[in-house]
């Protein structure tokens, strides 16, 4: 692991904030880290409110979406809202479909076809509408290069309003409305939203013009965390405070979908970290394993019983996937051994009769091993598809644009894209992009890094300091758990092996010049018992914790690494 410590701000602002806000000088660290300087950013930061949150008309085209729909509402027209099949995409069809309920009967979803019909907005969708008298397709998490494909449509007599996140190209689709952030003549303040996000936004645009407030729409807020989570966008400005309420909601008064998945486990309060591997896996699962619109069914439940049923279906899915993306996982290490290409700066890996709904899991997986910009192929129709995962810093989107001339079509993010292409130009396409990737990375991005947000005393560690800590929350992106490092450690003599392997470290930490004694857990950290043993002293790196036994509480200290 690669250790960084990021730059501390200058000595004059830490006193200023710390005198400003009361708190201890490494918090004040933090929060200017945050690019929080004052009071009021404080304010903001730790208590946000929903009247914060920017007015969706400040959206390019969102009064043209608006009028659209309201136009549809009052014709009696049909509506199909439509939406990619992982949690952005469910929980984006779920909150839009369900708002428009309460106006209109005459609304409907879609979610493609993982397997049939691929991502985004398809022909195949587009002629369902046409055959069934959809006149207006509302497109969430996908469509802002879907050109050909809304041409199509409008040479159908259906119109599309495109709600997305995604980067679009040089050419928007002719819409009545692309509302996306990301567009180059968009003002819209706050860039990150994910599609679920800009579903919010169409309903409190919506909302307001029947004088409804924000205060109205809360109860779908759980459904933007979730996504938010699930899609890892930053977590800061007005992604932070629609994380913020919506964990409130999701833990006070979740939906009966939400509710029937968290009854299936043991978990009292909600992180946004719970949502990323609890709630996300399980809505994800029904449109890896068998299709996303058991995901919207269940999200939009109303009945308690029912949505412990669908629950319990897509909790087998969730099951299935865990065993099939292990496989795949234990197969794609093979490969790499088998070509002996152990040592490349990229991982390509094929095999045709990879589970597609899992491939994106596995190219994650496989960083794990081999920690550089991955790309997982499965055989899908007549072509190969694939999804990409990079590494913290490089751009893997801009890698795959400069090999474009081998690929059929991409798209995604800096950190993860998918992409289609004809299998014959499957191996010319993976010596291209080891190429590229060989002349554009810096090589130190291939070593996983630990970001230390600052060197701290033991002592620091109290409880009011955790205190103040925890209201740092929701992290994620942009607002990462606060990773600490310590110097001079010792054991106390008590550091042993712990877990079923004895893979995981357990300490019992004092440091020089201090009184502070705290325990740390390490977990996979169990083949650096001889750096702590004898009472050698060591560095390590941590975030803190609580930790509760028996109806006791108290700190602890996560370790990341160590080091002698």
Known sequence: MRWTLKPKPKTEHIKALQKELDIDPVLASLLLQRGITNYTDA????????????????????????????????????????????????????????YLRTRTTQVY???????????????????????????????????????????????LGIDFIICDHHRPGSILP????????????????????????????????????K?????????????????????????????????????????????????????????????????????????????????GEDAVRLLTETDMAKANAYAEDINNHNLDRRDTDKQITEEALAQIEEFKEQDRLTTVVYREDWHKGVIGIVASRLTETYYRPTLVFTKSGDKLAASARSVQGFDIYNALEACSAHIEQFGGHKYAAGLTLDPNNYEAFKQAFEDEVSKTIDRKLLTPEIKIDAEIKLDVITPKFYRIL???????????????????LIDTGYGRCVGSDESHLRVTLTQAGNRAQLVGIGFGLGNKLEVISNKKPFKAVYTVDENTWQGQTSLQLKLRDIKA
């Open 174 to 209: 002719e819409a009545v409305a692309v509302l996306d952030p990301k567009r180059s003549d968009c003002d819209y303040p706050y860039k990150e939203l994910c599609g679920c996000g800009i579903g919010f936004k169409l309903i409190q645009a919506l909302a307001s013009k």
């Open 109 to 155: 979803t879609y979610i493609p076809d993982r397997y049939a019909e691929g991502y985004g907005v398809s022909y195949q969708g587009i002629d369902f509408a046409s055959e069934n008298d959809f006149s207006l397709i509302v497109a969430l998490d996908c469509g802002v290069k879907a050109v050909d494909k809304v041409s199509y449509a409008k040479g």
């Open 470 to 488: 925890k209201q740092f929350a929701p992290f994620g992106p942009a607002n990462m758990t606060p990773v600490f490092m310590s110097e001079d």
């Open 211 to 291: 004088g409804e407030t924000i205060e109205d729409l809360v109860s779908y807020l759980d459904l933007v965390a979730t996504a938010i989570g699930a899609d890892i966008v930053p977590i800061d400005g007005e992604n932070r405070t629609l994380a913020y309420f919506g964990l409130q909601v999701i833990n006070s008064q979740p939906r009966p979908g939400i509710q029937a998945i968290l009854n299936q486990v043991e978990k009292e309060i909600l992180t946004i970290t719970d949502v990323v591997f609890i709630i996300a896996p399980r809505i994800n699962a029904a449109g890896r394993m068998k299709h």
């Open 43 to 98: 304010k903001r930061f730790f208590r946000p409110q929903l009247e914060d949150l920017h007015d969706p008309f400040l959206m390019r085209d969102m009064d043209n979406a608006v009028a659209r729909i309201e136009k549809a509402i009052a014709a009696n027209e049909n509506i199909l809202v439509y939406g990619d099949y992982d949690v952005d995409g469910t929980t984006a069809v779920s909150l839009l479909s369900q």
